[in-house]
T-cell receptor, first 111, second 114 residues
């Protein structure tokens, strides 16, 4: 699996958008970008994934650069419940390929 | 929607004892993954199964074994427990489809070895 690089931590004001960057310069053509988050001691929660087009769902938006070497997860209106560790992971999206967790970004949403 | 079910949620064992964790995947998911997360660490992949066969193996100790049964549930067996085995153990599942197979996690089983 390709490696990703994320900032270790970031703060965000409640109600504002949170933009979480991720670098994945060695991503392969068949690898997707996945985002998960883990609220303290809970199971990792799937957020969103994409290949090359921007994606949006009820939780977040994913912006992938044209060269696919980096991406940004956007939480449009952060709430206190969004405080968590966010993981950016690249993975082949077919078959039974595992997720390999690296060091994510600890996001703290402040009132 | 149905989620990944893990049991027990909490388990306390003594050193050198044996523990078994169970995982029931989301219906129609045929792939199961096991992860271990120690205190202050990120989840580490242990092992995975597809259609009852081991499909990938990570940093799983030789004292640990796992299997997937005909109903797709999986069990992680841990023997000769050590203090360092105290961790949160996650099971996850995914469908094996050509159009993408998002992995979903259970809430985990806390193992404390004393």
């Amino acid at each position: 699996d390709a490696k990703t690089t994320q900032p270790p931590s970031m703060d965000c004001a409640e109600g504002r958008a949170a933009n979480l960057p991720c670098n994945h310069s060695t991503i392969s053509g068949n690898e997707y970008v996945y985002w998960y988050r883990q609220i303290h001691s809970q199971g990792p929660q799937y957020i969103i994934h994409g290949l090359k087009n921007n994606e949006t769902n009820e939780m977040a938006s994913l912006i992938i650069t044209e060269d696919r070497k980096s991406s940004t997860l956007i939480l449009p209106h952060a709430t206190l419940r969004d405080t968590a560790v966010y993981y950016c992971i690249v993975r082949v999206a077919t078959g039974d390929y595992k997720l390999s967790f690296g060091a994510g970004t600890t996001v703290t949403v402040r009132a | 929607a149905a989620g990944v079910i893990q049991s027990p949620r909490h388990l306390i064992k003594e050193k050198r004892e044996t523990a078994t964790l169970k995982c029931y995947p989301i219906p129609r998911h045929d792939t199961v993954y096991w992860y271990q997360q120690g205190p202050g660490q990120d989840p580490q992949f242990l092992i995975s199964f597809y259609e009852k066969m081991q499909s990938d193996k990570g940093s799983i100790p030789d004292r640990f074994s796992a299997q997937q049964f005909s109903d797709y549930h999986s069990e992680l067996n841990m023997s000769s427990l050590e203090l360092g085995d105290s961790a949160l153990y996650f099971c996850a599942s995914s469908p094996r489809t050509a159009s993408g197979n998002t992995i979903y996690f259970g809430e985990g089983s806390w193992l404390t070895v004393v």
